[in-house]
């Protein structure tokens, strides 16, 4: 009796969504209560659609409602956890959702463990002993729990499917083969399943093959970045050495000229000091006679006068601030461009599969929209990635969120559940392009290898760390990266500009209009080529249009 007491108190505390107690628990407005982590990741499932609802009661709420954790809760299953209500059967033990139940139990089912061919009807331990006990049934088949055991039923004849149709490829049971797939090639459903498993085998062993063929090209690729990366690295070392040598003799240079220009220059100033000395001695003793009062002694003395000499230094000389060691400057800044230009026409493209690693002088960022014009990149979206419920037009530049799923062939590239789209090209080096929006957008780069099935957050921009994102709205901008919310300020403006620097690691936003206005900067390290993307995820005829800049 107090076992199923505290069996009832673990049901009145338990999660409908985790089946678990309550941890964290809150409760959302209907009076429902469920574990925070567990309404949180359903309701950011429901954010798609903007409407957020009860699990339990499918009562619906707009906005989304703001969670608080419900402190009476908390601290009455703490209470129960110390009164006895882990000594209640293991949790694990029941089934969940994604569990085959045992078809015996009643109210809350246990995990079934074993599935039996013969009942068609899957058993948790507890009512599974009697396949043990009873002789008759020790001769079932039990096999590991099944969901669609009822698939092995022929639904005409109500008969167990043991036989297989290999004209019509499909399993039946002993009535069919006399009846509608008479004169078939009929054979049991083991024998089939004998020739099947043989080529399953054979398949394995060529996707085994396949595997060691590709671990092998994998560890050469390895030996090759290996190689990459030592050469790069002696490179540097080997460019640090000449450059460290080229400085060390152009200084030795400079400081040999300098000294002997010094040496003139103070050799030329002695001597006219010198001059000046003999001058001023020579103005004296002219003046002391100018001021004889004597006519006679003026007159007897100024024979004896000696002459002046002449001066064996130009009257003038030429000073050239800043200029003596122009040539140098000169010479200097001539090789830096001489290099720089033979890096850039002469990049080294390293192919590992599809990574190009290009080998560049780094460069200032652009300053003007004018500058950025120079490295705009013409931007196409991918067919093949492009989500049902998105058009695309102009060339495959303008994508439209539409409300009927338009025809695209089935392809592993494609966004099955996030409206989204990736560019065909693949983004290296330094790329600049604008993009016109209208009503809610993501404007975002990709690696290329994002995932594409399902809802989970590794499949939307910005939400994983394969993904930067600007989310233009109608009022405000967001950024993410790895599920992170960054707010941005800027002006509003229906036209986005994206700058990459992929060697450098910078990715740049702008707001563009009659004026370029930084959005919002982030400076990382690119491992792969990037792709262009956007998604949008709102309303009926919201647009993208990736701009002609040329």
């Known amino acids: 009796m107090a076992q199923k007491r505290v069996q009832l108190e673990r049901e009145s505390f338990s999660c409908s969504i985790c089946l678990d107690?309550?941890?964290?628990?809150?409760?959302?407005?209907?009076?429902?209560?469920?574990?925070m982590i567990c309404i949180k990741t359903h309701w950011d499932i429901q954010d798609e659609n903007r409407i957020h609802s009860c699990p339990q009661c499918r009562q619906t709420f707009r906005p989304r409602p703001v969670l608080v954790k419900n402190i009476m809760f908390t601290d009455l299953v703490e209470h129960l956890k110390k009164t006895g209500l882990q000594a209640t059967p293991a949790d694990h033990c029941y089934a969940g959702a994604e569990d085959v139940a045992c078809?015996?139990?009643?109210?809350?089912?246990?995990?079934?463990?074993?599935?039996?061919?013969?009942?068609?009807?899957?058993?948790?331990?507890?009512?599974?002993?009697?396949?043990?006990d009873v002789p008759q049934l020790k001769k079932h088949k039990l096999v590991d729990p099944m969901k669609k055991l009822k698939g092995n039923i022929c639904s005409r004849h109500d008969e167990v499917m043991k036989m297989f149709c290999r004209t019509d490829q499909q399993c039946i049971c002993y009535l069919c083969s006399v009846d509608e797939h008479k004169g078939h090639d009929t054979v049991s459903a083991a024998a089939e399943r004998t020739e099947r498993q043989k080529e399953l085998?054979?398949?394995?062993?060529?996707?085994?093959?396949?595997?060691?063929?590709?671990?092998?090209?994998?560890?050469?690729?390895?030996?090759?970045?290996?190689?990459?990366?030592?050469?790069?690295?002696?490179?540097?070392?080997?460019?640090?050495?000449?450059?460290?040598?080229?400085?060390?003799?152009?200084?030795?240079?400079?400081?040999?000229?300098?000294?002997?220009?010094?040496?003139?220059?103070?050799?030329?100033?002695?001597?006219?000091?010198?001059?000046?000395?003999?001058?001023?001695?020579?103005?004296?003793?002219?003046?002391?006679?100018?001021?004889?009062?004597?006519?006679?002694?003026?007159?007897?003395?100024?024979?004896?006068?000696?002459?002046?000499?002449?001066?064996?230094?130009?009257?003038?000389?030429?000073?050239?601030?800043?200029?003596?060691?122009?040539?140098?400057?000169?010479?200097?800044?001539?090789?830096?461009?001489?290099?720089?230009?033979?890096?850039?026409?002469?990049?080294?493209?390293?192919?590992?599969?599809?990574?190009?690693?290009?080998?560049?002088?780094?460069?200032?960022?652009?300053?003007?929209?004018?500058?950025?014009?120079?490295?705009?990149?013409?931007?196409?979206?991918?067919?093949?990635?492009?989500?049902?419920?998105?058009?695309l037009s102009e060339g495959n530049r303008k994508v439209t969120r539409m409300r009927e799923e338009q025809f695209y062939s089935s392809h592993p590239d494609r966004f099955t559940d996030y409206y989204q789209v990736m560019s065909r090209e693949s983004l290296t080096g330094r790329c600049y392009w604008e993009v016109e929006w209208k009503g809610a957008v993501y404007v975002a780069v990709a690696f290329k290898n994002i995932s594409r099935a399902g809802k989970s957050r590794e499949c939307a921009f910005g939400w994983n760390d394969k993904s930067w994102a600007l989310n233009c709205h109608r009022n405000s901008y967001n950024f993410y990266y790895n599920s992170i919310n960054t707010p941005v300020s800027g002006p509003r403006s229906s036209r986005v500009g994206v700058y990459l620097d992929h060697s450098a690691g910078v990715l740049s936003f702008y707001s563009i209009s009659h004026t370029m206005t930084l959005l919002h900067r982030v400076q990382t390290t690119f491992t792969q080529p990037l792709c262009a993307g956007v998604r949008i995820y709102y309303d009926e005829g919201d647009t993208a249009e990736y701009c002609k800049l040329k």
């Open 21 to 35: 107690l309550l941890k964290d628990p809150v409760t959302i407005p209907c009076g429902h209560s469920y574990c």
């Open 103 to 132: 078809d015996v139990c009643t109210g809350r089912k246990l995990k079934a463990v074993k599935s039996c061919m013969v009942c068609l009807i899957s058993y948790c331990e507890k009512h599974l002993q009697h396949h043990y």
């Open 201 to 391: 085998e054979l398949s394995r062993q060529q996707i085994l093959q396949r595997v060691q063929d590709r671990e092998k090209d994998v560890k050469l690729l390895q030996q090759e970045l290996e190689a990459v990366n030592g050469s790069a690295d002696k490179a540097v070392e080997d460019s640090e050495k000449i450059f460290t040598e080229l400085i060390r003799s152009l200084k030795m240079q400079i400081r040999s000229q300098k000294e002997t220009e010094v040496s003139r220059v103070k050799d030329l100033q002695e001597k006219l000091e010198q001059e000046i000395t003999e001058l001023k001695r020579k103005d004296a003793e002219l003046k002391q006679l100018s001021h004889t009062e004597d006519h006679n002694q003026f007159l007897h003395n100024y024979p004896s006068l000696t002459p002046l000499s002449p001066s064996t230094h130009s009257s003038s000389i030429n000073i050239r601030p800043l200029r003596y060691f122009e040539a140098v400057t000169a010479a200097v800044s001539e090789v830096r461009g001489r290099l720089q230009d033979v890096l850039t026409e002469s990049e080294t493209n390293i192919s590992l599969t599809v990574t190009q690693v290009d080998v560049s002088l780094s460069q200032p960022e652009p300053k003007t929209r004018e500058e950025f014009l120079t490295f705009s990149q013409e931007i196409t979206l991918d067919p093949s990635t492009v989500n049902k419920h998105l058009l």
